[in-house]
């Protein structure tokens, strides 16, 4: 196996030179950096990670969070993320550790965060299940904090996230334009910033075009095909609705499956907008009309931000908010 010696020579440069490409601890020019990675490519060098972590006091590892539930499909809105969080911790020569919270369990969460500190991560990316985050003064130790998707507080750390109240708005805005003023909302549990955002902002655009809001044409339900189904089932039964608005992907399936299997016609009976773009939605009969969220670049954001975060500790926490897409199809 070759030593970083050998390194070295192939590139024509010093061994000190090598380390501070590996170890990232001095600015080394791209010229001279892309000589010594190719010399470690021929030459197949593994560094020790183990002895550069102590050196340095950092892993290059990168913990992210994210909760996946076995029967919710916008679990691909999280890989979607995490897909964006690993290509740029990638570009950076950081390495990133997935854990899922299957249960969405306060303790399970604490649970994982002890975890990555015995390995010693040099930042985490979170996505709460709670908006109370306080708990977090206790167990992170010196590293960087950044939120996904979701705002918290009790804990101060940079956060990402798509704007759900703008994309909302507009889905809205949207359907009064078309002539609606009977618009139904199914949307998932209150009390984290993605449902709360999404329903204010239904209820602002609402506002904004001298329409009463009425709860009773809020329907809220556990993210699952069953409750989506039972949803919109009970919306028409109750409600002379002539749209609505679905916050989530799996509401969004569970709600079409009810309408398809009545046979409602969409558009003619009724519009209907959903959240999240899948390819599911382009194949439904019409296809849908949704709010694309930018969820991969929402990864990318993130990781950069974090990155930030760990070479310049002392910047001001801030809240980062991608916008969202109108995609129009053939449901409104």
């Keep these: ?84 969080i690993q290509n740029e911790l990638k570009k950076n020569g950081y390495h990133l550790l997935l854990s899922t919270n299957t249960t969405e369990n306060i303790e399970d969460e604490k649970e994982q965060i002890r975890l990555f500190n015995s390995k ?44 759900g109240f703008g994309g909302s708005y507009q889905a809205v805005k949207t359907l009064i334009e078309r002539g609606h003023r009977n618009i139904g909302l199914i949307t998932g549990g209150l009390g984290i910033t993605t449902s709360d955002e999404r329903l204010n902002g239904y209820r602002k655009a609402l506002e904004d ?48 499956g009810y309408l398809q299997e009545k046979q409602i016609r969409i558009p003619e009976e009724l519009s209907v907008i959903g959240f999240d773009d899948y390819d599911w939605t382009r194949i439904t009969s019409p296809p849908l009309t949704v709010i694309r969220q930018p969820s991969y670049e929402l990864g990318e954001k993130a990781a950069k931000v974090l990155l930030s975060r760990i070479k310049q500790k002392t910047q001001k926490c801030k809240n980062y908010c991608l916008d969202t897409t109108l995609v129009m199809r053939g449901s409104c």
């Design 209 to 256: 075009h001298q329409i009463s809001f009425d709860p009773s044409k809020v329907k809220v339900a556990r993210s699952t095909f069953e409750s989506g189904y039972e949803s919109a089932r009970e919306m028409l039964a109750e409600h002379d609705v002539t749209a609505l608005f679905i916050t989530n992907n799996v509401l969004t399936m569970g709600a079409m």
């Design 1 to 84: 196996m070759a030593d970083i010696k050998q390194v070295a020579e192939r590139a024509g440069v010093s061994i000190a030179t090598v380390s501070h490409v590996v170890n990232n601890t001095r600015f080394v020019s791209d010229t001279t950096k892309s000589k010594v990675e190719h010399a470690m490519k021929e030459l197949d060098y593994q560094p020790n990670s183990v002895a550069s972590s102590l050196r340095s006091q950092k892993t290059n590892t990168i913990g992210l969070i994210v909760p996946i539930l076995p029967s919710d499909t916008s679990n691909f809105f999280f890989m979607t993320v995490a897909q964006g």
């Design 120 to 163: 010693r991560i040099d930042g985490l990316i979170i996505a709460p299940i709670a908006e109370e985050m306080s708990y977090l003064n206790d167990l992170v130790t010196k590293y960087p904090v950044v939120f996904i998707d979701r705002r918290t507080k009790g804990y101060e750390a940079d956060c990402v996230l798509a704007d």
